[in-house]
T-cell receptor, first 116, second 113 residues
């Protein structure tokens, strides 16, 4: 049961470098999300994609871009990394509401990013 | 706007102690409420959920009741184990618009043998 897979798990960048975090889910979920987790701040939504072909900004989108490549994959790109983007990033997908389900989120294991 | 407030941690308990982690929310309409748990080095995973007033969610000995009159969804467990040591997040999801989630800041629980 793969669920939600994120890569890489760890990354160190220098200020100004770019990188892409990859996320894939094998549960046929329509909606996917990118969150960042910082101490004392819980999870904050960066971007989300309600369905293939659509993306929308969350609470903290500045400095990030996303691509919903297909139904399975949702990538997050940092074009010019800054120390303030040091964080743990989580990708999640949401179960649909059909069949009485309540739309809970399924998370990947996280990607720890350090920007020097 | 919608928000979730949960008690500050860390919470340190001895094995077999009773656990309560408080969570209150502010939301328009009728949100669904969730507790997620994050074990060290892992992503969040759903612990329990409730979708309407007076619903009780339960899983692995944990329980929480959706109280609309007090806008609360407190997490309880009668007897904690060392393996329950983790960070617990209260969350709500709205059913209007784009179905967004709001998370609390998390409460770290440490259980000592």
């Amino acid at each position: 049961n793969a669920g939600v897979t994120q890569t890489p798990k760890f990354q160190v960048l220098k200020t100004g470098q770019s990188m892409t975090l990859q996320c894939a889910q094998d549960m046929n979920h329509n909606s996917m999300y990118w969150y960042r987790q910082d101490p004392g701040m819980g999870l904050r939504l960066i971007y989300y994609s309600a369905s293939e072909g659509t993306t929308d900004k969350g609470e903290v989108p500045n400095g990030y871009n996303v691509s919903r490549l297909n139904k399975r994959e949702f990538s997050l790109r940092l074009e010019s990394a800054a120390p303030s983007q040091t964080s743990v990033y989580f990708c999640a997908s949401r179960r649909g509401l059909a069949g009485g389900n309540t739309g809970e989120l399924f998370f990947g294991e996280g990607s720890r990013l350090t920007v020097l | 706007g919608n928000s979730v407030t949960q008690m500050e941690g860390p919470v340190t308990l001895s094995e077999e102690a009773f656990l309560t982690i408080n969570c209150t929310y502010t939301a328009t309409g009728y949100p669904s409420l969730f507790w997620y748990v994050q074990y060290p080095g892992e992503g969040l995973q759903l612990l329990l959920k409730a979708t309407k007033a007076d619903d009780k969610g339960s899983n692995k000995g944990f329980e929480a009741t959706y109280r609309k009159e007090t806008t609360s969804f407190h997490l309880e467990k009668g007897s904690v184990q060392v393996s329950d040591s983790a960070v617990y997040f209260c969350a709500l999801s709205t059913t209007s618009g784009t179905y967004k989630y709001i998370f609390g800041t998390g409460t770290r629980l440490k259980v000592l043998a």
